[in-house]
Nanobody, 122 residues
Framework: QVHLVESGGGLVQAGDSLRLSCAASGRTSSSYFMAWFRQAPGKEREFVARISWSTANTYYANSVKGRFTISADNAKNTVYLQMNSLKPDDTAVYYC???????????????WGQGTQVIVSS
């Protein structure tokens, strides 16, 4: 199991930027895919972005494409989510997750962080 700890959330205004970090420890492996999900109040958890530790290939949800960037620092075992041009609809708890498969489904990720709150005011 991989232990994940997110940080970097906060309260910002619409149009601002924020960078989330996810520090990984434990049984990390280059074969893992790392992803960010988010969950807004009363809504299901949804996929945001994914990166491969080994190839650095990325994939984004349409709702964040062009505004968010996922990256990884292998030496630090840390994944980042740079969020620009934030909107009130981006308000949610953001979770970091790890999976050995290339799936985007919540159920296919077996390691999760505790989440970090992002609030975007209008």
């Amino acid at each position: 199991q991989v232990h994940l700890v997110e940080s970097g959330g906060g309260l910002v205004q619409a149009g601002d930027s924020l960078r989330l970090s996810c520090a990984a420890s434990g049984r990390t492996s280059s074969s893992y895919f790392m992803a960010w999900f988010r969950q807004a109040p009363g809504k299901e958890r949804e996929f945001v972005a994914r990166i491969s530790w080994s190839t650095a290939n990325t994939y984004y949800a349409n709702s964040v494409k062009g505004r968010f960037t996922i990256s990884a620092d292998n030496a630090k075992n840390t994944v980042y989510l740079q969020m620009n041009s934030l909107k009130p609809d981006d308000t949610a708890v953001y979770y970091c997750a790890a999976s050995r498969s290339g799936s985007l489904r919540v159920r296919d990720f077996d390691s999760w962080g505790q989440g970090t709150q992002v609030i975007v005011s209008s």
